[in-house]
């Protein structure tokens, strides 16, 4: 088994319960962890053998884009397409940091953690 990580990706949009989110926007942190077998990329060398890191981040950005209320729904969305789209990954992490949140106080972030086997 192998891990696979694409982190600190970084985007704008506009999650949250608040209106003022909802117009506003905030910056956001997308950090993926992925465990696949690895073994046979190690020895072909090919793309097709491995998780392309670039599909992963597309997956993030993407689904990033969807405004959602809460942000486990969109970790959720992450996961459930990762194991839709990229069939030998066995397990996802994926956290969301809302960078500079409007609660009151000087916080640098809040982040949510979810996590998923695959199910076979």
Same mark, same amino acid.
């Given at each position: 088994m192998g891990i /696979?990580?694409?982190?600190d990706i970084r985007l704008f949009t506009n999650?949250?319960?608040l209106d003022e989110e909802a117009r506003i926007g905030s910056e956001y942190r997308v950090d /993926?962890?992925?465990k696949a077998d690895l073994?046979?990329?190690a020895?072909?060398?090919d793309l097709e053998d491995t998780v392309?890191?670039?599909h992963l981040n597309k997956i993030a950005k993407e689904e990033m884009a969807i405004r959602s209320k809460l942000l486990e729904k969109v970790a959720k969305r992450i996961i459930d397409r990762i194991f839709n789209e990229i069939k030998m990954v066995?397990?996802?992490i994926v956290s969301i940091s809302k960078l500079n949140p409007p609660i009151g106080g000087n916080v640098g972030e809040?982040? /949510?953690?979810l996590s998923n086997t695959r199910k076979n």
């Amino acid at each position: 088994m192998g891990i /696979i990580k694409v982190t600190d990706i970084r985007l704008f949009t506009n999650h949250g319960c608040l209106d003022e989110e909802a117009r506003i926007g905030s910056e956001y942190r997308v950090d /993926i962890e992925v465990k696949a077998d690895l073994m046979k990329s190690a020895e072909t060398d090919d793309l097709e053998d491995t998780v392309d890191y670039v599909h992963l981040n597309k997956i993030a950005k993407e689904e990033m884009a969807i405004r959602s209320k809460l942000l486990e729904k969109v970790a959720k969305r992450i996961i459930d397409r990762i194991f839709n789209e990229i069939k030998m990954v066995e397990e996802a992490i994926v956290s969301i940091s809302k960078l500079n949140p409007p609660i009151g106080g000087n916080v640098g972030e809040v982040t /949510i953690v979810l996590s998923n086997t695959r199910k076979n």
